[in-house]
């Protein structure tokens, strides 16, 4: 069992920063390849990033390729969101996930955090 723990959501203004944590209880997290996603209101959960076990491979959706990093610490059991240049279009409910495979659909996707809420303004 995994429990995922996101933070450092907000509000921020268009063209801003902020960088999402996922903290990971359990011994096993650098077992578990890691990813985000995000919803917005009315819309499907979609995927946003993902990084394998080692964190030596990342993928990204590319509406927010060139934008935003993924990484992870396995030594401190965290992942990392690093979003830059913030859009209107980024507002969303964010979650961090942890499955077996690359995690970039959410049929991949065995643990989900509760999510964090990212809202850009105009």
């Known amino acids: 069992q995994v429990q995922l723990v996101e933070s450092g959501g907000g509000l921020v203004q268009a063209g801003g920063s902020l960088r999402l944590s996922c903290a990971a209880s359990?011994?096993?997290?650098?077992?578990?390849?890691m990813g985000w996603f995000r919803q917005a209101p009315g819309k499907e959960r979609e995927f946003v990033a993902a990084?394998?076990?080692?964190?030596?491979?990342?993928y990204y959706a590319e509406s927010v390729k060139g934008r935003f990093t993924i990484s992870r610490d396995n030594a401190k059991n965290t992942v990392y969101l690093q979003m830059n240049s913030l859009t209107t279009e980024d507002t969303a409910v964010y979650y961090c996930?942890?499955?077996?495979?690359?995690?970039?659909?959410?049929?991949?996707?065995?643990?989900w955090g509760q999510g964090t809420q990212v809202t850009v303004s105009s």
């Open positions: 996930a942890a499955g077996e495979l690359i995690v970039i659909r959410t049929t991949r996707v065995t643990y």
């Open positions: 359990g011994r096993t997290f650098s077992s578990y390849a």
């Open positions: 990084i394998n076990r080692s964190g030596y491979d990342t």
